[in-house]
C-alpha cells in the first residue's frame, strides 16, 4: 500500500505509510497498473462488453482515510493515493501501466520535461485535459500544489528537509522560483540536480489542485494558488487553505456530497462513501480527458474486518448479485505458488474464480524500529543488535511455509524486483540471511549476557565489545512490535519472528493493532508529538517506491525526511544521498547501496504476492508494480 506500503504511493509512501506486502489487496496482483495488457492463463479473452458493475474486497480493517491529494506523513500510503485519490485526481506524471517500472506519458497531465543548458531551469508543458467543472487543467493548477508545498513542508508527508551541513536541499527549497503561464510551469533551481531523480522523485509528487480547491471555508475564496512561490503572502494564505482542505479531507462521511472533492480530473468520480465501515463506489468521469475511458458503470470497494468473512463470500460463488468479482485468498486456503501458472491448485475454481498473473510490486518490505524511543532507541542505535534482529528474520523460511511460495526476501533498500531498478554489483548478489547462533554471538560479544531470553546488558559502555552508548547494566535486549490484526498469517509470522529472536536472546513483545491504529501511531518523535516517542516497532509494511521512482533514499531514509517517522539518522549516509540527487553518475547510487547495507535503518521482512481471486467473465490489466488501481482497464467480456 507508497507507498508505504507508499505506502511503508510511496506519495506514494509516504508512503509510504502503509502495509503494501503484507496486506492482501486485490490490485496488488490484478486491479492495478496496465495499459490495456491481455490477462495470462485462464482469464477472459472474449471482446469487451460495456457497463457492468465490479465488487472488490478490501483488505481487514483498511481502507482510505484521506481524499486530498496532498498527504501527511500519517497519511501517506498506497490505500489513500494510488488506490483512492489518484482515481479521481491525476498526479503529473503516472508510474506503473503494464507492470513496468516506467513512467507512462499518455496518462500523465505534464508533457516530458525539458531542461535548459545549465541544467537549473526545467519547462513542463501541462496538456490541456479538463476538470469536471468545466475548467481547464492549467500550469496554475500545478503551481497551486508547488505554492502549497513550499507553505506546508510541516504538513507534507514527503518533505526531506535540507541539511546545511552537507549543503543539501530537496525539493521545495531547491527551487528559486516557480512561474505559470497558460499551459507552462517553468521551475528555476538554485543548482544543478540529477535530472532523473528531480524528474522521478520530485516532480512525480505533485498533483494538479483545481482552483475551485483554493478557498479557505465554504464559500471563501483563498489565494494561495495565484500568489507569488515563496513569498509571504504565500505563506499565510495556503496555511488558510490546508487548514481548511485537510480538515475536510478527514471527513469521510461528507466525501461522497462534498462539492470540493466532486471536481474531479481522472477517469473516476466518487459515488458513496461510508465513513464508518470504508465501503466505496465509484463511477465513470463522463469529461475524462486522458485515453482509456472506462468499460465498467461502476466499481464497488466492500470492506471486511478479517480474512475469514471475506474467504467466506468468495467460497458462496461469483454468481450472485452480490458476489465478490476481485478478491483474495487468505494465504492459510491459497495453492502452493506456481510460477508458470498460478491457477494451479486453485481452491475456488469451481466457484468461478481464476487467480490470474502475480505482480512484483517495486517495493522493500521491513518494519519500523524507533530510534528516538527513550526505552530501546539506543538498542537500535547499535548496528551490531540490528545485525542481530536482522539474523533471527527467517524470511524465505516464512515464504515457503507461512506465504506458501507467495513472495521472495528483502535483501536491502533497492528492491530487487521487478527488473529496472539501479542495483549495486553488491546489492545483485546479496541474499538474505538467517542465523540465530550468529545473532546470539553477536549479542554475547558486546556485552550481554545471553544464557537466558531476553539477554541482560552485563558490560555497558561504548567501546568495541560493550553494550553501546545509552544502554545501562542489568538493560534487556527486548522491544514490543506492534502489527496489523485480522490476518491468521500476521499473527503466524508475528509469532514465528518472536520465536526466532528468543533463540538468540532477544525478547519481541507481539501486539496485534488494526492497520489505521498502527497508521496513526506511526508518528515521528517531536517535541508537538511527544506520542511518536512511545512506539518501539511497528510492522506497517515497507515502502513502495512511489511517487519516489528513482530509490535514492532522500524521501526514506535521509535525516528528516518526511516518512522517516522512525527517526533514524546518519551524516554519512546522508552526504551519500544527496550525491545521487546532484549528479548523474551511477556510481554514486551503487556507493549509497553498499553502505546502507550496512547501517540498517529497519529490519527487512518477506515482500509477498497478493494471491488474487477474479471472476472469470471479468478481464483485468497487468499489475501495476506500484499497487495502484486502474480499473478503467478492466471489462467484462462476451
Sequence with gaps: MSRMKKSERSRRLAQ?????????????????GGGGGSSSGPGPTGAPVQGGVVRVAESPSTFPDAIWPFD?????STVNTSQFQDLFYRPLYYWGLNDKVTLDQDVSVGEMPTWSPDGKTVTVQVKPWKWSNGEQVTAQDVLFWINMAKAETSNSGYYTPPNPAIGAKYFPDNVASATAEGQTLTLTLNTPVSQTWFTDDELSQITPMPLAWDVTGANQKGSCASDAFGSDAANTDCAADYAYLSAQSTKGGDFAGSALWAVVDGPW????????????????????SGPQKPHLDEVDFVPYTSDTTEYADLKAGSGGANAIDVGYLPVEDAPVFNAKNPDVGNPLTNEGYYIPAATYLDEISYYQINFANPD???????QYFTKAVQDTVDQQGIINGIWKGWGYPSSGAVPSLPAGNPLSPKSQSERATFDTAAAKKLLSS??????????????????????????????KAAFTMNYPSGQAALDTMAADMRSDAAKAGIGITVVSQTQNTIGNEGVACTPAQPAGCQWQALLYGGWVFAPDYYPTGDALFATGAGPNVWSFSD?????????????????????YEDYIAGDQPVIYTPNTLTVSEVTKKLHVDPGDPFQGYEPEYWYYTK
Design 446 to 475: 558486546h556485552g550481554w549476557n545471553t544464557d537466558s531470553s531476553p539477554a541482560t546488558c552485563t558490560d555497558p559502555g561504548s567501546g568495541p565489545n560493550q553494550c553501546g552508548a545509552g544502554i545501562a547494566a542489568g538493560a
Design 376 to 382: 530501546v532507541g539506543a538498542l537500535f542505535k547499535q
Design 16 to 32: 509510504a505509510v502503509a502495509l503494501v506486502t503484507l496486506v492482501a489487496t486485490a490490485t496488488a496482483c490484478s486491479g492495478g
Design 72 to 76: 501527511s506523513a500519517a497519511q501517506v
Design 269 to 288: 468520480k466518487l459515488k458513496t462513501y461510508n465513513g464508518t465501515s470504508g465501503a466505496y463506489s465509484i463511477v465513470p468521469n463522463a469529461t475524462y
Design 571 to 591: 551524516p554519512k549516509l546522508d552526504q551519500l544521498i544527496v550525491k545521487t540527487t546532484t549528479g548523474s553518475d551511477i556510481n554514486d547510487m551503487y556507493a
